[in-house]
């Protein structure tokens, strides 16, 4: 654990409270997002039946519209303002992304334009949903320019770098929580924002396994998520303080054999992942997402094999005597963890 002074003790105390008002609203925030998506379509569609032929209009009015989105939400702190003003941000970039490629023709030059508003609304604004919103489009933009070039293979590097990002968040928490009041304010959106950027990523890699279109290779993703695992999982271990051999070396190997299982499917290993942090951090949503993606990409995962009814029997049967020989061990050798 890391040490910290008083200031930083009060820092961190605030920034708590923050994050447990932001769960308490959570349910409202999420109903304010699907508000905020079917709002913006409504209100681009209106505005495009009168500018539908010219670019240059679309991207005036989607500029202003998001300069008022942005001032206003600094003045106003209200449910009802952050859901209006997440109806302009995202009508904002609706209207500037279609006046760009209208104009130019280009989706590389789109995306960029769109990755570049997403990352001023990031450095100048502290809104909750403005900056969960803005992550998700950073991802969904790095996502979009390997799609439109056709270079799927660094789909493998988006997920090693989304994966080790959302690990170093939660694995430095307090050093980023007592490093400033800006990152005390953003921190837990731009978590959130990461861990459903790595849960979308997942999901279209185990699509694409199931369509066979676009992705080769998928081991080399799962075995950065391993090597992330294994990393995580060290810090834990130092964390715990096991420090006898036998205990560690049962951990580490038990843990690296139940992931190798899953190698072919990097879903799997993400669900995985994301299931350890959670544990180690407490975090509930991690918790609940991680548990239905496991049980989601095991089920796609075991449906998609080519095997015979038997043999697939008996990889769910070893699984299955696998995972209770762990919950044994973890029983019996983190006690502590969980007393703490």
């Known amino acids: 654990m890391e040490i910290i002074d008083d200031n930083n003790l009060r820092e961190m105390e605030v920034a708590l409270e923050k994050e447990a008002r932001a769960y308490q609203g959570m349910g409202i925030k999420l109903l304010a997002i699907a508000g905020a998506l079917f709002g913006s379509l ?11 032929n010219s670019s240059a209009a679309s991207i005036i009015i989607g500029l202003v519209t998001l300069g ?24 904002a970039c609706v209207m500037v ?33 403005l900056n969960f919103i803005s992550v998700l489009i950073v991802a969904a933009a790095l996502f979009a320019f390997i799609n439109i070039n056709n270079a799927y293979y660094l789909v493998h590097a988006l997920v090693a770098a989304i994966a080790l990002t959302y690990s170093l968040f939660n694995l430095y928490e307090a050093k980023l929580l007592a490093s400033g009041p800006k990152i005390n ?10 861990l459903c950027s790595f849960l979308a990523l997942l999901t279209y890699i185990a699509i694409d396994s199931l369509m066979g279109k676009h992705l080769r290779y998928e081991w080399i993703s799962s075995a950065a998520i391993i090597g992330i695992y294994l990393f995580f999982l060290n810090k ?3 964390y715990l303080e096991i420090e006898e051999k036998n205990n560690r070396l049962l951990i ?3 843990s690296l054999l139940i992931m190798l299982m899953a190698v072919f499917s990097p879903a799997i290993c993400g669900a995985l992942l994301i299931l350890l942090i959670s544990f180690h951090t407490g975090r509930r949503l991690g918790l609940i997402l991680g548990v239905i993606a496991l049980i989601y990409f095991t089920g796609q995962f075991y449906y998609n094999l ?7 029997s008996m990889i769910m049967f070893g699984t299955g005597i696998m995972f209770l020989a762990a919950w044994l061990i973890l029983k019996k050798t983190l006690k502590r963890y969980e007393q703490g």
């Not at 008022?68 to 009508?91: H, N, R």
């Not at 490629?101 to 789109?110: I, R, V």
């Not at 080519?306 to 697939?312: A, E, F, R």
């Open 306 to 312: 080519h095997y015979t009814l038997l043999v697939k």
């Open 97 to 129: 992304g279609y006046g760009i490629n209208k104009a130019f023709g280009n989706d590389n030059l789109t995306t960029l334009i769109l990755l570049t508003i997403a990352l001023m609304v990031v450095r100048f604004t502290t809104s909750y949903m």
């Open 252 to 254: 580490y190997s038990g």
């Open 236 to 238: 834990v271990i130092r």
């Open 185 to 194: 304010s953003v921190y837990n959106s731009w978590l959130n924002a990461l």
């Open 42 to 52: 409504f209100t681009v569609g209106f505005i495009f039946s009168f500018f539908t």
């Open 68 to 91: 008022v989105a942005i001032y206003t939400d600094k003045k106003a702190d209200s449910t009802v303002v952050d859901t209006i003003c997440m109806v302009g941000y995202i009508a």
